[in-house]
């Protein structure tokens, strides 16, 4: 007996840094289209945008919010409890920022990804305040100090799970995956950053193998790939990229048609 799924379109939003607001581009053309989500998932950069966009936002506004701002402004250097920079400022942002407050008030069910760094489990948030769980998704471990919620401390989701898809596959009929973290192993600088940044990237292509294969529709912009996590000055160009990519691969699909 097949048992009715409660949404018919979900989307999961991967982790990605900056290249996360290549979301808010593939959202934009799905807006076109005519395809609205019923249900979201999203890790670190994805949670962002997928917080942003059920409360109400627009893609071109979720762009625009993170247009000017640079990464010294969203961060701190503290070198003590556990990190290098403390995000206190983005966490201050992102709380004027969301009319919601609570998971509850949005205008669509959203999943939220974060990692129990205490006890090593993935962990979904989905009810209660927002803030917390957003900013513990985007706490990447060694950079950014981890976020605490009720005693435990959380670190990105994307250090367990980078592409959230089975946290809503069993609930939706439809899937579309987001991936803005492609890899390719191109050349890097021996730095601090770029290490940091390239470790992840290892470690997250390992971890969105499974998810990918559950996606009935998986938009990947390979170009992604040749931008740095922390390239806040591209953030219009990455949102273009994004836009572009959903756009074209939309048009050459069956998808919006089988919906």
């Known amino acids: 007996m097949v048992t009715e799924k409660p949404y018919k379109i979900g989307i999961a939003l991967s982790g990605g840094g900056i290249r996360g607001l290549c979301h808010a581009g593939v959202l934009k053309a799905l807006d076109e289209f005519g395809i609205k989500p019923d249900i979201l998932s999203g890790v670190s950069a994805g949670a962002v945008v997928a917080a942003l966009y059920a409360d109400g936002y627009t893609p071109d506004e979720i762009a625009a919010l ?42 669509i069910p959203t999943y939220i990804v974060a990692t129990d760094f205490d006890h090593g489990r993935s962990v979904e948030f989905s009810q209660g305040i927002i803030i917390h769980p957003l900013v513990a998704s985007c706490s990447v471990p060694i950079l950014f100090v981890p976020k605490k919620i009720k005693g435990v401390n959380y670190v990105d989701g994307g250090v367990l799970k980078n592409f959230p898809v089975t946290s809503i596959r069993s609930q939706c009929d439809y899937l579309i995956g987001i991936n803005a973290s492609p890899l390719v192993a191109d050349d890097y600088k021996l730095s601090i950053m770029n290490v940091a940044q390239r470790t992840y990237h290892f470690m997250f292509k390992a971890n969105i193998l499974y998810d990918k294969e559950l996606c009935d529709l998986l938009i990947e912009p390979v170009d992604m790939a040749h931008y740095d996590m922390f390239d806040i000055e591209k953030g219009r160009e990455i949102f273009e990229l994004g836009y572009q990519s959903a756009k074209k691969m939309l048009s050459e699909s069956d998808f919006s048609i089988r919906l």
Do not use: P, V, Y
Request: aromatic content about 16%; cysteine-free; proline content about 0%.
């Open 66 to 107: 993170f247009e000017d701002i640079s990464f010294r402004k969203m961060t701190q250097i503290q070198f003590t409890n556990g990190g290098i920079f403390s995000i206190k400022a983005f966490e201050r942002f992102m709380g004027r920022t969301l009319r919601a407050k609570r998971f509850e008030e949005l205008n």
